[in-house]
C-alpha cells in the first residue's frame, strides 16, 4: 500500500511530502478550486499516467513525483521486477521526472524504466477509480477474474487451467508427431536405400582406427618381411649367432668342472645369451608369418575402408557415428511403418484431453452463471443507498468460439449496467456520468472487496451530485472497503469526511503574481473546523461547529 508520496514543482504545488499508514480510509477536502485533483493527478503521473508539459509548475524547469508503496512479499509487482531484473526492496518507490519542454524520465527504486513499464506496475499497485479510462474494473479483461475471485472458484479455475495444458501439449505432441510422419513419408525412398547401404556395411564404432592399422601394416609388409628375414639368417645360416652360442656353451660347460669355478659366471652369461637369442629367434619367426604380404588381404581392406569413409561424407557424420546413424534411421522407418496407429493414438489421446477440458470449463461455467447471480444481488442491495435505485447491474456471460478458448474457460464475463428503466444493458465504462460511475464502481469494489492486486483504491469525486443520506451510505461503503483496502478519497461531502480515519485539507494561496497549493494533516480540532466549513459554507459558525461535531460523534 501508499507509504509516501513527495511532489516537487507540479501545477501549483511547489514541495509537498505526504506519509499515509496501513488500510483505513483517507479523505481530501478542501474549498473548490483549491485544487483537490491535483493530488490525484500526481500520483497518476509517478504511476505512469500520460504527461503534459504544462503540468510542470510556472518558472520552474521541471516537475518530479514519487510514491513510495509497502508491499506483500508475494505481491505481483515484485515478480515484474525479477522479469525486469531490477532491484527489490522492502519499499517500492517509482518515480517521474517530467521537463518543461516535455521531456521525461521514469524510475523504479532509483533505476531507469521506461513509461509503459512504469504504467504496468501501476496498476497492480494502485486503483484510480471514477475516471473516464479503461482502467481497473473498467477494463473488462479484469472482469472474468473478479467474479471467479467474488465467487470462490480458485479449484475450479485451476481445474480448467491443468485441463487446458494437458489438452494443448497432447495437441502440439500430434502436430509433431503427424509433421514427422509426413517428412518421412516424403523421405521414405531414400531413408530405405541408406538403412539398405548402412545394413551392407554393418558398421562398427572403431572401424576406421582398426581398418587404417591394419591397412598401413599390410602395405608395408614386403619390407618387413625381408628385415626379418635377414635377421633371422644372421641368427641360424651358418655359423649364426645361435650355433656359436650352443658350440661356446657345450664347450665351457664341459670344463666347468676342472676350473675350480672360475667359469662359472662365464657359463651362466653363455646360458643367459643363448635362452634370450633362442627367445628372439621365436618372435621373429612369429613375426615374419605375421607380416607376411597378403595383396589380397589388403584390397579388402581398402575397398572397406573407403567405402564407410564415402558413406559417412555423404551422411556429413564421422564414420564412428554410422551406427547410431544407421539405429536412428531404421527407428524413423519402424515409426513410418507403424505411423498410422501411432497417430490414431495421439488423436484419440488429444480428442480425450480436449473432452476433459471442456468439461472442466463447462463446470468452471456453470459455477459462473451462480455467481454472477450472487454478484447481481450483491451489487443491487447497494444501489439504491447510492441514489441509484433506478439503475440495474448485470453479469453477463457469453460463450466463446472455440478459437478463443483459453486456460481461463471458454466464456467471457462483462459487467454492464442499465442507468434508466427499460433502457438495455451496457458495458460499465459506458457510463456517462462520472459521480454515477464513481459510485457504481464504488458498489461494485465494496461487494468485490478482496479482489484484485492493487491494495490502494483511489475515488476522485465519488460524492459528486449527492447529499444527505446518501453521501451518509457512499461513505460508510467507503469505510467498510477501507477495512480490507488503504482508501483515498477526494470528497466535497461533510458525512464522508466525518468518517475519515485521516484526513488531509488542501489549501490554496493566491497573490498577485503567483498561486500555490499545499495539503494539511489535520488533527482532531482541525477536522471539527474543516467539517463545519463544509456544512456552513465561507463562514463557520458555532452552529456549523456543533453539527459537525454530532456527525462526528455519530459517526465515530
Excluded at 488500510?23 to 483549491?34: I, K, M
Amino acid at each position: 500500500m501508499l507509504v509516501s508520496l513527495s511532489i516537487r514543482d507540479f501545477v501549483l504545488i511547489e514541495k509537498l511530502d505526504l506519509a499515509f499508514s496501513g488500510h483505513g480510509l483517507g479523505v481530501l477536502t478542501g474549498e473548490t478550486g483549491a485544487g483537490k485533483s491535483i493530488l490525484i493527478d500526481a500520483l497518476g503521473l509517478a504511476l505512469g499516467a500520460r504527461a503534459d508539459s504544462g503540468t510542470v509548475r510556472r518558472g520552474a524547469n521541471q516537475a518530479s513525483v514519487a510514491a513510495s508503496f509497502d508491499l506483500p512479499r508475494e505481491h505481483p509487482a515484485r515478480a515484474l521486477l525479477a522479469e525486469q531484473a531490477l532491484d527489490d526492496e522492502d519499499v517500492l518507490t517509482v518515480r517521474r521526472q517530467l521537463a518543461a519542454d516535455g521531456r521525461g524520465r521514469a524510475f523504479v527504486n532509483d533505476q531507469p524504466v521506461s513509461v509503459a513499464l512504469l504504467r504496468r506496475l501501476g496498476d497492480t499497485l494502485v486503483e484510480i477509480q471514477g475516471q473516464l479510462e479503461q482502467h481497473g474494473l473498467l477494463d473488462m479483461t479484469t472482469h472474468r477474474a473478479a467474479l471467479d475471485s467474488f465467487a470462490g472458484l480458485e479449484k475450479q479455475a485451476e481445474a480448467v487451467r491443468g485441463a487446458w495444458r494437458t489438452w494443448r501439449a497432447a495437441e502440439q505432441v500430434q502436430s509433431e508427431a503427424e509433421a514427422a510422419a509426413a517428412a518421412a513419408r516424403r523421405d521414405e525412398d531414400y531413408l530405405r536405400h541408406a538403412v539398405k547401404e548402412l545394413e551392407a556395411l554393418a558398421p562398427k564404432a572403431d572401424d576406421e582406427e582398426t581398418l587404417a592399422t591394419e591397412r598401413q601394416v599390410l602395405r608395408a609388409g614386403s619390407a618387413l618381411g625381408e628385415a626379418v628375414s635377414q635377421a633371422l639368417g644372421e641368427l641360424e645360416q651358418g655359423r649364426g649367432a645361435v650355433s656359436a652360442l650352443r658350440t661356446a656353451h657345450r664347450l665351457i660347460e664341459r670344463s666347468v668342472d676342472k676350473a675350480a669355478g672360475r667359469l662359472d659366471s662365464a657359463l651362466a652369461a653363455l646360458d643367459r645369451a643363448l635362452s634370450e637369442t633362442t627367445e628372439a629367434q621365436a618372435q621373429l619367426e612369429a613375426a615374419q608369418q605375421a607380416v607376411e604380404f597378403d595383396p589380397v588381404r589388403l584390397e579388402k581392406i581398402e575397398e572397406r575402408l573407403f567405402a564407410l569413409r564415402a558413406v559417412a561424407r555423404k551422411h556429413n557424420v564421422p564414420v564412428a557415428e554410422l551406427a547410431p546413424l544407421a539405429e536412428n534411421l531404421r527407428a524413423q522407418l519402424a515409426a513410418l511403418d507403424d505411423g498410422e496407429a501411432g497417430l490414431k493414438r495421439l488423436s484419440a489421446e488429444a480428442k480425450a484431453a480436449r473432452a476433459a477440458y471442456a468439461a472442466a470449463a463447462e463446470a468452471q461455467a456453470a459455477a459462473r452463471r451462480k455467481g454472477a447471480v450472487r454478484l447481481d444481488k450483491s451489487v443491487a442491495a447497494e444501489l439504491a443507498p447510492l441514489k441509484l435505485e433506478k439503475a440495474r447491474f448485470a453479469t453477463e456471460l457469453l460463450p466463446l468460439a472455440e478459437a478463443e478458448w483459453s486456460e481461463a474457460g471458454t466464456d467471457r464475463v462483462q459487467f454492464l449496467v442499465a442507468t434508466n428503466p427499460g433502457a438495455p444493458p451496457a458495458p460499465i465504462a459506458r457510463i456517462a456520468s462520472g459521480g454515477e460511475l464513481s459510485r457504481f464502481l464504488l458498489a461494485l469494489k465494496v461487494c468485490l472487496a478482496k479482489v484484485g492486486n492493487a491494495e490502494t483504491i483511489v475515488f476522485d469525486e465519488v460524492d459528486s451530485g449527492i447529499g444527505g443520506a446518501t453521501a451518509a451510505a457512499v461513505g460508510e461503503r467507503l469505510r467498510r472497503l477501507a477495512r480490507e483496502v488503504q482508501v483515498l478519497v477526494v470528497t466535497h461531502s461533510p458525512q464522508v469526511a466525518a468518517l475519515a480515519d485521516r484526513h488531509w485539507l488542501i489549501r490554496k494561496t493566491t497573490t498577485r503574481s503567483t498561486a500555490s497549493t499545499d495539503i494539511l494533516a489535520l488533527d482532531a480540532k482541525g477536522r471539527r473546523e474543516e467539517i463545519a466549513r463544509m456544512l456552513s459554507g465561507a463562514e463557520v459558525t458555532a452552529e456549523a461547529r456543533a453539527a459537525a461535531d454530532r456527525l462526528l460523534a455519530t459517526t465515530g
